[in-house]
């Protein structure tokens, strides 16, 4: 398949408001490219390249390289095979002469590259292309395009944990039974939403329901096979090194197999949790010397069985069968709100961030944001992309200091400003942040720096008001930054549906 039609596709696609409009021009373009290509590695390609994605996880190629490109060809000839082939070339140079050789293989690609097609790969290879088809835009798509029900293909996407895999596998008219899950292959955890208070949370799940405490720590999945054990964070990164304090807990369990969900987290000498801050650093440690503990609140595994579509009252009662109690989460059965408000007032009591309430018959949801579970925190706050920032004054001076906001718009693929905050950051966060926002930088001007909408920070806030001055119509009250949040992408920041929704239930 031309490169040239897939550009032209995501064109369309970033000119297109519509979800199905979107979904259509995607799932034509998909079936093209299963027609036009056989080997399985051009279908995983082309998948990815609709999705803004390149398969390669690393290219050397920074942003100034792409700043001074060779003219435009004049007929396309570039295909999506062609184009993997090329960019894999660059991924691999390595030693002495290597930044000469990669600068060579780039402008051989892109002088070679129509203009449309020039657009789409600085997109791509700056991770900067915004048109609007996230993931589950584009698994629709493939359901589409390979004529499978939608459920089918999230279940292998979520269990797989690659799109391009279950794309090539889809398209080419294979089996997609063989994506199940695999101990030692992480999966994409299941996720809560959010509710302003317990009583909309059990509004969302209904009664009877479980309410787990909420840790402020950090997520871990951990698998066991054997004497094989590996812990992963929520962003599927291998982190088994740097928590043996986990893998100690995990090792002396009665079990042969098993993956197991929840959190780690830093305890004080008075049992009372550490700051997030405090337990960040001890994760990311690479010497293990300053241990977490670990907090397990599902069982997705079990000795050969998978429990992924149990009721959680079943799972917990595996899990709580195995697992000592010192190594639980808090855990409650509420049968009314007078229970559930008990719960709520507990967990605050301990220290810890406030409950999620959940369906107690609802199976794990690999992957899912859904009304199964519903978080509650005492303090209102958003998961933001930083957009911008502007230098700093006064004690400031010399920094980056004034964050600008965003929330992801997933009608347009893009970002939305709420506002702007300087609130909350230390001067061990304003050091970190110039340095990071700096080499994130599209534009240095003498007052605002803009930046690649890449990193998320989560932002408390008193309220949200109706304001003319954004795009959005809404604009956060009182923001300020609680913590960088690195575990997640801009494709996983909350949305201004979400940000609207709330500055509902506020006001309501």
């Not at 787990?212 to 997520?219: Q, S």
């Not at 008193?462 to 923001?479: E, I, M, T």
Request: hydrophobic residues 45%.
């Amino acid at each position: 398949m031309l490169f040239a039609d897939l550009a032209a596709t995501s064109a369309a696609v970033a000119a297109t408001s519509g979800r199905l409009a979107k979904i259509d021009l995607l799932a034509a373009c998909l079936r093209r490219l299963a027609t036009d290509t056989a080997d399985p590695r051009g279908l995983a390609a082309g998948a990815a390249y609709l999705a803004g994605e390149l398969l390669q996880r690393q290219t050397g190629v920074g942003y100034a390289s792409l700043r001074d490109l060779p003219a435009p060809a004049e007929v396309p000839t570039l295909t999506v095979e062609s184009v993997d082939q090329k960019i894999g070339a660059m991924s691999v140079v390595a030693g002495r002469g290597s930044q000469a050789e990669r600068r060579r293989l780039l402008q051989d690609l892109f002088v070679t590259a129509t203009a449309p097609e020039q657009r789409h790969l600085v997109g791509l290879l700056s991770g900067e292309l915004r048109q609007g088809a996230q993931a589950g835009l584009l698994a629709d798509a493939i359901a589409r395009a390979a004529s499978l029900p939608v459920a089918v293909i999230r279940r292998a996407l979520l269990l797989s944990g690659s799109l391009t895999e279950v794309a090539a596998v889809a398209l080419a008219g294979g089996s997609l039974d063989d994506f199940s899950l695999t101990v030692g292959r992480p999966l994409a955890p299941m996720l809560a939403s959010s509710a302003p208070d317990v009583a909309a949370a059990l509004e969302a799940v209904g009664l009877p329901a479980v309410a787990d405490v909420k840790l402020d720590g950090i997520r871990v999945q951990v698998h066991r096979d054997g004497d094989e054990i590996a812990v992963f964070s929520r962003s599927l990164d291998d982190i088994t090194a740097r928590v043996p304090g986990v893998v100690s807990v995990v090792r002396s369990l009665p079990v042969r197999t098993v993956v197991l969900d929840g959190e780690a987290l830093g305890v004080g000498p008075d049992g009372r949790p550490l700051p997030f801050q405090e337990t960040s650093s001890r994760a990311a440690r690479r010497d293990g010397a300053m241990p977490v503990q670990p907090y397990f609140f599902d069982v997705l595994h079990l000795d050969g069985a998978d429990l992924l579509d149990a009721p959680l009252t079943d799972r917990w009662a595996a899990l709580s069968a195995l697992v000592p109690a010192s190594s639980l989460v808090g855990h409650f059965v509420v049968s009314s709100p007078e229970e559930a408000d008990a719960a709520w007032q507990s967990a605050l009591a301990a220290g810890h961030e406030g409950l999620v309430v959940k369906s107690s018959s609802a199976p794990y949801d690999v992957g899912r944001r859904g009304a199964a579970w519903v978080k509650v925190k005492p303090r209102h706050t958003l998961d933001l992309v930083i957009l911008g920032v502007e230098w700093g004054s006064g004690r400031r001076k010399g920094w980056l200091s004034n964050l600008h906001l965003g929330a992801r718009d997933p009608a347009t693929g893009g970002f939305v400003m709420l506002g702007k905050t300087f609130k909350g950051l230390t001067d061990e966060m304003l050091r970190w942040q110039t340095e990071k926002l700096l080499s994130l930088a599209t534009e240095k001007g003498d007052w605002v720096v803009k930046v690649r909408p890449e990193l998320v920070a989560e932002i408390a806030f008193d309220g949200v008001q109706r304001s003319s001055r954004y795009p959005g119509g809404v604009a956060l009250r009182f923001a300020r930054v609680v913590r960088y949040r690195d575990d997640k992408t801009a494709a996983e920041a909350d949305t201004i549906d979400q940000v609207k929704e709330l500055a509902t239930w506020l006001t309501a």
